[in-house]
């Protein structure tokens, strides 16, 4: 049996809008109705980020600790912060020794007594702006070593951009979930489609249950009690 032999199937901003108009039957015809679709794969994109952890997008910063500074700036392009660890005397593979860091809340964080004692640190909370994400600290960070600051942070989706003929920047086995998730909207704004909206919200969201269980880590967890009070 011959078969194409290819892999690389893909859809452009403009092939996902146009099949989600389809879906809806509703004819895609002026610059509004691109700029109502563009729009709402933005909105879709946020929606996605709000969901949760999606693999595809995790990817990891660093930075290096100053003696006596317990604040850090994360990656600009930061959504959410997975996991973090310290590495110490990372410039030296006979002595770096990688250490996971426990992640506190801020509530946590604020009932340290000691906020200034210098060590080496064991914790860290996420502070939370509206455009940025810091990670502090504690113990403050002291000088007997040098220590480097890893963490694994949620990127953001690019922004569906002014271009129509660039991929959107999901995996391509999003792309049926992220069409329906578009026919949706453009059903719920478009009168004379209104009555497919129960139809293709019931398809979207069995395609987001199949996309975002397939994304999800598959290694094992382990769950260890702390037995330190004891």
């Known amino acids: 049996m011959a078969t194409s032999g290819t892999t690389t199937f893909n859809l452009d901003l403009t ?68 996991d973090a660890f310290i590495r110490t005397d990372a410039n030296d593979t006979d002595k770096q020794i990688d250490t996971k860091l426990r992640r506190i809340s801020r509530v946590e964080y604020n009932h340290q007594a000691k906020k200034l004692t210098q060590s080496k640190p064991t914790q860290y909370y996420v502070d939370k702006g509206t455009s940025d994400i810091n990670l502090v600290v504690w113990s403050t960070p002291d000088s007997a070593q040098t220590y480097t600051l890893f963490y694994d942070y949620i990127k953001r989706i690019e922004d569906a951009g002014t271009n129509a003929d660039v991929n959107p920047d999901v995996p391509a086995r999003y792309l049926p979930c992220l069409t329906y998730a578009l026919a949706l909207n453009v059903a719920m704004k478009y009168p004379e489609a209104n009555p497919k909206v129960p139809l293709l919200k019931q398809r979207y969201d069995e395609l987001w249950r199949e996309v975002s269980e397939s994304d999800r880590e598959r290694a094992a967890i382990k769950f260890v009690p702390d037995l330190g009070s004891y």
């Open 15 to 82: 092939e996902i809008m146009e099949e989600a108009f389809d879906l809806c039957g509703v004819p895609m015809m002026s610059g509004g109705d691109f700029n109502t679709a563009k729009r709402a794969l933005n909105l879709i994109f946020l929606e996605w980020q709000n969901k949760g952890l999606n693999l595809w997008k995790v990817e990891q910063g660093s930075v290096s600790l100053v003696a006596g500074t317990s604040s850090y700036a994360a990656n600009s392009a930061a959504l959410e912060i997975v």
